[in-house]
T-cell receptor
Framework: DAGVIQSPRHEVTEMGQEVTLRCKPISGHDYLFWYRQTMMRGLELLIYFNNNVPIDDSGMPEDRFSAKMPNASFSTLKIQPSEPRDSAVYFC????????????FGPGTRLTVT | QKEVEQNSGPLSVPEGAIASLNCTYSDRGSQSFFWYRQYSGKSPELIMSIYSNGDKEDGRFTAQLNKASQYVSLLIRDSQPSDSATYLCAGLPKGFNKFYFGSGTKLNVKP
């Protein structure tokens, strides 16, 4: 079975540009999570969805960040405008609604903003 | 606060030894715990989950949960150089849907 799919795997952009990261969760999974990982701050939860509905976006750092889940098989995380401090690895993870509550991570998108 | 604490390491063990990784948590309501392994430049990979007090074994890995003392541990028997990675501990409080991750412990297994 395919795992969580993310694209692109690497993104290099200039400050001020819009960046869109994409995620396809594991088929049948009801929850989708977006994380950001940096050396300084570790793994941070940005937002999560249940059945395509955003449940908790308290981790979104500021209004420049937005996330959508238009259907059960696709989600986007958008940064507009991007800043150098947004450089990080962004992971998407998914899990089933019922237990076990194990989350499965995608390969991540390494974002570099210059 | 629902903090999960891990020693950042690095923890160095010789090949063939038992590596012991520990994690403490602050929320007594946490019911489920998860260990992830993350190689440098890769995504976290689920190793084990544990929901009940006691030990849970899977191959060379044993997870231990002690809810009274609020700690979780992961033992790796017969450590191999390929086990060298960062190990993340995560807790899931009852009634919540999001994990609380520790900062990870870096393990080095020396040949």
């Amino acid at each position: 079975d395919a795992g969580v799919i993310q694209s692109p795997r690497h993104e290099v952009t200039e400050m001020g540009q819009e960046v869109t990261l994409r995620c396809k969760p594991i088929s049948g999974h009801d929850y989708l999570f977006w994380y950001r990982q940096t050396m300084m701050r570790g793994l941070e939860l940005l937002i999560y969805f249940n059945n395509n509905v955003p449940i908790d976006d308290s981790g979104m750092p500021e209004d420049r960040f937005s996330a959508k889940m238009p259907n059960a098989s696709f989600s986007t995380l958008k940064i507009q405008p991007s800043e150098p401090r947004d450089s990080a690895v962004y992971f998407c993870a998914s899990r089933l609604r019922q237990g076990p509550y194990e989350q499965y991570f995608g390969p991540g998108t390494r974002l570099t903003v210059t | 606060q629902k903090e999960v604490e891990q020693n950042s390491g690095p923890l160095s063990v010789p090949e063939g030894a038992i590596a012991s990784l520990n994690c403490t948590y602050s929320d007594r309501g946490s019911q489920s715990f998860f260990w992830y392994r993350q190689y440098s430049g890769k995504s976290p990979e689920l190793i084990m989950s544990i929901y009940s007090n006691g030990d849970k074994e899977d191959g060379r890995f044993t997870a231990q949960l002690n809810k009274a003392s609020q700690y979780v541990s992961l033992l790796i028997r017969d450590s191999q150089p390929s086990d060298s990675a960062t190990y993340l501990c995560a807790g899931l409080p009852k009634g919540f849907n999001k994990f609380y991750f520790g900062s990870g412990t870096k393990l080095n297994v020396k040949p």
